[in-house]
Every structure is written in structure tokens, then in C-alpha cells.
């Protein structure tokens, strides 16, 4: 299977500040999804970007597939920004299933 | 976006018990549904990918006969941990995938935080 690589592993950003989050995969994917995992457990979706760009309110997102990356953009971080972020890959032959990296601990404190 | 929902949220049973989870996507069919586990402080390790009529497929290292699943209908994936032990202790999660060609977009479920003690 696709090996899916996050960095940085933790985050602290004084609230107002802006970060960028990466993921590297091993192989290709068509299928990429970044998530946010509340407090409580919920991952909620934030972007499914195989390749180009997108943007979400305050979050955007980049994935140039031919170099096997994806970027996510937080701006102007606010405190409910906190909680982890994970991105996750389908490798083209997995019959749908999603490889986790290990995620990005960001902490924004006011 | 699509809605998954778990039951319970969570649940506490006694060493050697079954233990039902169930996953519901509520406003659209999903012919396939994931089960993922995560330990605190780490990743989702996927365990099985459940089709709807179909036996399901379990990834490498996790034991079928101690999580069994059934994808009864196009809305309702069972995980069910039996005999459960105190290392069975965890957070179960499940996501449906939206059937949009050529998007397989995933959604998730809040989780079932598993305790046996």
C-alpha cells in the first residue's frame, strides 16, 4: 500500500497567524481527502482535492498530483482551528480505501 | 454534505461480552462502508471494508471472527466485537463512501468510544 507522510507532526500558532500543512505520498492517488478531527472524535471534511486547488472560507487547499503532495493553508487561525488534521490517499488499485498519514496536532492559542 | 451517523456514541461492557456497533449513512445509499479503529494519540488503522450483500474484507492482522460485519442494506453497516477484552478497548469509527463516479468521496460517523473492563 501508499505510504502518506504529514508534517509537521505538531503545530502551535498564536491565534491571527497563518500555516501551511503537508503530506507526501508514495504513489499516486485519485483520491485525496483532508480532514479535521474535533475534540470529540469527529472527523469532519474539510477538502477532497486530488489534484488543483480549492478554497474554503478561511482553509485552502493544493495537491500537485504529479509530484505526489498536497498542501492545506489555514489563514488568519482562530482557537476553533485547534484539533488534528489528517490527510488520506487512495491508491488507484485499493478498491476504495483510504490510507491515513499520522496527522498534524495544531494548537492555536488566543 | 452527506450525514453518517454511529450508535452508540459510546459504551462500556464487561470482559467476554458482545458489543453491536452501528453505522448509518442517513441521506444516501451506500453500497460500501469502512470500519477504522484508532488508539489515543494516533492514526486510523483501517480494519475491514464492508459491501452491502457481500461478505466482508478484512485487512491484514485484524481476526474475522472476533469483529464480525454485516452491510445488511444500502444504509446500515454492524460492527459487532465479540468476546470482547480490555484490548479491545477503543475508538471504533466508520465512513461511507458517497456512490458519485468518478469521486468516491468518504464521509465519517462521530465514533463509538469502546471501554471493557
Known amino acids: 500500500g501508499i505510504q502518506v507522510e504529514q508534517s509537521p507532526p505538531d503545530l502551535i500558532l498564536q491565534e491571527g497567524a497563518n500555516s501551511t500543512l503537508r503530506c507526501n505520498f508514495s504513489d499516486s492517488v485519485n483520491n485525496l481527502q483532508w480532514f479535521h478531527q474535533n475534540p470529540w472524535g469527529q472527523l469532519i471534511n474539510l477538502f477532497y482535492i486530488p489534484s488543483g486547488t480549492k478554497q474554503n472560507g478561511r482553509l485552502s487547499a493544493t495537491t500537485v498530483a504529479t509530484e505526489r503532495y498536497s498542501l492545506l493553508y489555514i489563514s488568519s487561525s482562530q482557537t476553533t482551528d485547534s484539533g488534528v488534521y489528517f490527510c488520506a490517499g487512495q491508491a488507484t488499485d485499493s478498491w476504495g480505501k483510504l490510507q491515513f498519514g499520522a496527522g498534524t496536532q495544531v494548537v492555536v492559542t488566543p | 454534505g452527506a450525514v453518517v451517523s454511529q450508535h452508540p456514541s459510546w459504551v462500556i461492557c464487561k470482559s467476554g461480552t458482545s458489543v453491536k456497533i452501528e453505522c448509518r449513512s442517513l441521506?444516501?445509499?451506500?453500497?460500501?462502508m469502512f470500519w477504522y479503529r484508532q488508539f489515543p494519540k494516533q492514526s486510523l488503522m483501517l480494519m475491514a471494508t464492508?459491501?452491502?450483500?457481500?461478505?466482508?474484507?478484512?485487512e491484514q492482522g485484524v481476526e474475522k471472527d472476533k469483529f464480525l460485519i454485516n452491510h445488511a442494506s444500502l444504509t446500515l453497516s454492524t460492527l459487532t466485537v465479540t468476546s470482547a477484552h480490555p484490548e479491545d478497548s477503543s475508538f471504533y469509527i466508520c465512513s461511507a463512501r458517497v456512490p458519485l463516479v468518478p469521486t468516491y468521496e468518504q464521509y465519517f460517523g462521530p465514533g463509538t468510544r469502546l471501554t471493557v473492563t
Open positions: 441521506d444516501f445509499q451506500a453500497t460500501t
Open positions: 464492508s459491501n452491502e450483500g457481500s461478505k466482508a474484507t478484512y
